[in-house]
């Protein structure tokens, strides 16, 4: 597996996390998790690597910045009062946003990505990502 699919498929586990908390607001927790563990690991092992080619390197820097969005958003769901109307029309407004990002990152960043990482470069990231995944959600 190269980082690319390791990140995809990640992703797929965060949008049924999304379906779940949707439908029960204890899912949230989980879900939070998981973005911040798959923000952190994916700027640290991908996009600061890519962040210094440059056919990639404003692709990088704008996936960074829509983390930073993504992450103001989750700080405002964790303060905001769970049972209050707007909690669920924000957690979709959060959905729509990750969405778009997540399918920036499909379609044209890891695309791009996988042109200028050699193979073996690819799988090791694909390694370290689960490693530090893994660990990193068991103590949350
Ligand atoms: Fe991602
Ligand atoms: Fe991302
Ligand atoms: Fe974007």
Not at 95 to 107: A, G, I, R
């Amino acid at each position: 597996m190269d980082i690319f699919a390791a990140l995809t498929r990640h992703h797929e586990t965060m949008r049924e996390l999304f379906a779940k908390a949707a439908e029960n607001r204890d899912f949230f927790e989980e879900l939070k998790n998981h973005l911040r563990v798959h923000h952190r690991n994916e700027e640290k092992i991908l996009y600061d690597v890519l962040q210094t080619r440059e056919k990639t390197r404003k692709d990088a820097i704008e996936a960074v910045e829509e983390h930073h969005i993504i992450e103001i958003m989750l700080v405002e769901l964790e303060n905001f009062p769970r049972e209050h109307e707007r909690w669920a029309i924000k957690l979709e407004v959060l959905e729509e946003y990750t969405e778009h990002h997540f399918e920036e990152e499909e379609k044209e960043i890891f695309p791009q990505g996988a042109e200028v990482l050699k193979e073996s470069e690819s799988r090791q990231m694909a390694e370290r990502f689960e490693m530090v995944k893994e660990k990193q959600l068991a103590v949350l």
